[in-house]
Nanobody, 119 residues
Framework: QVQLVESGGGLVQAGGSLRLSCAASGRTFSYYDMGWFRQAPGKAREFVADINWRGGSTYNAESVKGRFTISRDNAKNMVYLQMNSLKPEDTAVYYC????????????WGHGTQVTVSS
């Protein structure tokens, strides 16, 4: 069982930066691939980025490539999402997820943190 708690969201102006953190409980954290997703009001949840269990392989959605960076620290049971050059369309609730089931879905989810980008 893994519990995930996101933090670091907030209100930022367009062009600014935020760093989201995801704290994971559970001794098996380091075995899991991790991902970040987001959901804007009235829209479906969408994939943002993922990172494999070792941290050596990452993948970003086209909409955030070159602006967002996912990373992890297995010693601290933490996953991060560094978000630069933020745009109003990045406004959403951001969710951390653990244990990729192979079909793009994940077994464990956090409750989310709100990111609002003003123009």
């Amino acid at each position: 069982q893994v519990q995930l708690v996101e933090s670091g969201g907030g209100l930022v102006q367009a062009g600014g930066s935020l760093r989201l953190s995801c704290a994971a409980s559970g001794r098996t954290f380091s075995y899991y691939d991790m991902g970040w997703f987001r959901q804007a009001p009235g829209k479906a949840r969408e994939f943002v980025a993922d990172i494999n269990w070792r941290g050596g392989s990452t993948y970003n959605a086209e909409s955030v490539k070159g602006r967002f960076t996912i990373s992890r620290d297995n010693a601290k049971n933490m996953v991060y999402l560094q978000m630069n050059s933020l745009k109003p369309e990045d406004t959403a609730v951001y969710y951390c997820a653990a244990d990729n089931l192979g079909d793009g879905s994940y077994r464990y989810w956090g409750h989310g943190t709100q990111v609002t980008v003003s123009s």
